[in-house]
C-alpha cells in the first residue's frame, strides 16, 4: 500500500510538470525520458550510473549480460546516429536495459524476487527520472519568477566576507588545469554519488533486502523538497547578477574582482531563461550527504567523500554560481533531511525531533535575515558573520553527537550477547582405591 502511495503521487506529480512544462512550450520530463530511447540523452554517465544502481539486485552473472546488452545496444544506436549524421551520445542502452528488467520483473518473477527487482529497476528509473524533474523545476522558476533576491543576498553575503569573490579569484588563478578538475566534479556529481550509494547497497544481492536508510533516499528527498525553496526565495547567483554571464541583465561586470558595493537592495528583473536555482545550494547539498555517507565505508571512499565535497565547494564558489550564504544553508538543510530520514527508519524520539527542529528552525532564520537583514549584516560583519558560522556549527555538532549515540545503541543491540558458562559443581575427589 505505501509503495502504491509514493507511486501514484509521484505519476501525478510527473504529469503536473510535463502538463506545467507544454504550457511553457516545452517538453516535460516524461516526453524527455521517453525519447532518451531513441534519441542521443542528455547524460549518458546518468543513465549508466543509474542502472548500475540497478545491478546491485542481480546476481554476477546477471550482472555481466546486463552491462553486456547495454553495451551492444548502445554500439547499434551509436552506428546509426553516425550513419544518418544524429547527435552521437551514450546511455540510451542503459536505459532500455533497466526498462527491461522492469519487464522481466512483471512477467518473468513472482513473490518477493519481484518486488526486489521491482525496487532495483524504481531506484534506477528515480535516479534519472529525478535528474529530468530537476530541469522542469529550473524552467518554471525562470519562467514564473521574473524577480530575483540577489541584491539581498549579495549585501548579506558581505557578513562572510565575499566567499564567491575570494574564491572566484583562488579559481582563476589555478588555470584552466584547476577549473577543469572543479568542473568535472560539479557536473559527475552523481559519479560520486553512486560510487557511495554501491558500497552501502553491496550485500542487497545476498540479503535479498535494501538497507533501511541510504544515499539515494537522501538524494531524491533533497532533490524534492529543494526547488519549491527556489519558488520563495529566487537566485540566479554571482556570476549572473554581478558577471559577464548575465549581460545586460547584471547589474554590472564585478564578479569576481570587485566586491558588490553595499546599498538597500531592491528585487531585481532578469531573463526569462536563468534558473533562479541558488538559495540553498542543492550541489552543497548533495556534496554533503555524500561526505556524511561516505564516513562509514573504507578509507579510499572516506576520502573520496572528502574529495566531493571540498571540490563541490569550490566550484560552486569559485564558479560564480552561489554566494557564501547559499552554502550554509545547504549544508544546514541537508542535516536537517538526513536526520530526518534516519529518524524515520530507526523511529522517532524526542532526540529526533530536536535534530530536525532546530536544523528548520536554523534554516528559516538564514533565509529571513537575508531577506530583512541584509544591510545589517553587512554593516556589522563582526558580528553577523561569527553568528552564521556558529548557527551552522550548532546544526552541524547537534547531528553528529545525536547519530553517534544512535550508532551506539544500534551497535549494542545488535551485539550477541555472551552468556557466562555455568561453573561446575565440585565432585567430592574420592580416594584412589586400593588395588592390591
Known amino acids: 500500500m505505501l509503495w502504491a502511495t509514493v507511486g501514484v503521487v509521484g505519476l501525478g506529480f510527473l504529469i503536473a510538470l510535463e502538463i506545467a512544462a507544454r504550457g511553457y512550450g516545452k517538453p516535460g520530463p516524461i516526453t524527455v525520458q521517453w525519447r532518451e530511447l531513441i534519441f542521443a540523452p542528455q547524460s549518458g554517465t546518468v543513465l549508466y550510473a543509474s542502472m548500475t544502481l540497478m545491478l546491485v539486485v542481480l546476481t554476477w552473472r546477471q550482472r555481466f549480460i546486463a552491462v553486456g546488452a547495454a553495451i551492444g545496444i548502445d554500439l547499434v544506436f551509436w552506428l546509426v546516429r553516425w550513419i544518418v549524421g544524429a547527435q552521437m551520445m551514450f546511455g540510451s542502452g542503459a536505459l532500455w536495459v533497466t526498462l527491461g528488467c522492469a519487464v522481466i520483473a512483471v512477467t518473468r518473477r513472482t513473490g518477493r524476487e519481484r518486488r526486489l527487482l521491482l525496487m532495483g529497476v524504481g531506484l534506477a528509473l528515480l535516479l534519472v527520472t529525478g535528474r529530468k524533474t530537476g530541469y522542469t523545476w529550473l524552467l518554471i522558476t525562470s519562467q514564473t519568477r521574473p524577480m530575483v533576491l540577489d541584491q539581498y543576498v549579495a549585501t548579506a553575503d558581505q557578513a562572510l566576507g565575499n566567499p564567491s569573490w575570494v574564491v572566484g579569484r583562488i579559481v582563476e ?40 536508510h541510504h544515499l539515494v533516499r537522501t538524494f531524491l528527498v533533497i532533490g524534492l523538497l529543494g526547488p519549491g525553496i527556489y519558488m520563495i526565495f529566487p537566485v540566479v547567483g554571482p556570476i549572473f547578477a554581478y558577471g559577464a554571464e548575465g549581460e545586460q541583465w547584471a547589474l554590472a561586470d564585478l564578479w569576481p574582482h570587485t566586491a558588490p558595493p553595499i546599498g538597500v537592495p531592491v528585487p531585481m528583473p532578469f531573463d526569462e531563461f536563468t534558473p533562479r536555482n541558488c538559495m540553498p545550494s542543492l550541489h552543497t547539498a548533495w556534496a554533503t550527504a555524500i561526505f556524511i555517507h561516505s564516513r562509514k565505508g573504507p578509507r579510499a571512499l572516506r576520502y573520496l567523500g572528502t574529495f566531493w565535497l571540498v571540490a563541490t565547494l569550490g566550484a560552486t564558489l569559485g564558479f560564480g554560481y552561489h554566494y557564501g550564504a547559499d552554502i550554509i544553508s545547504g549544508i544546514v538543510f541537508t542535516l536537517t533531511i538526513e536526520a530526518g530520514l534516519r529518524a524515520q527508519a530507526r523511529g522517532w524520539d524526542r532526540s529526533a525531533t530536536r535534530v530536525v527542529v532546530h536544523g528548520t528552525v536554523v534554516f528559516v532564520a538564514m533565509l529571513a535575515s537575508y531577506r530583512y537583514l541584509p544591510v545589517r549584516m553587512a554593516e556589522l560583519p563582526g558580528l553577523f558573520g561569527p553568528l552564521l558560522v556558529l548557527a551552522t556549527a550548532s546544526v552541524v555538532l547537534l547531528y553528529v553527537r545525536t547519530t553517534r549515540r544512535w550508532d551506539r545503541e544500534a551497535a549494542s543491540a545488535v551485539a550477541p550477547v555472551r552468556v557466562p558458562e555455568q561453573r561446575r559443581e565440585q565432585q567430592p575427589e574420592q580416594e584412589p582405591e586400593l588395588v592390591v
Open 173 to 212: 588563478a589555478t588555470g584552466t588545469v584547476g577549473a577543469h578538475v572543479l568542473e568535472w566534479v560539479y557536473i559527475q556529481l552523481a559519479v560520486g554519488a553512486v560510487l557511495v550509494a554501491l558500497y552501502q547497497l553491496r550485500n542487497v544481492a545476498a540479503e535479498r533486502r535494501f538497507p533501511s
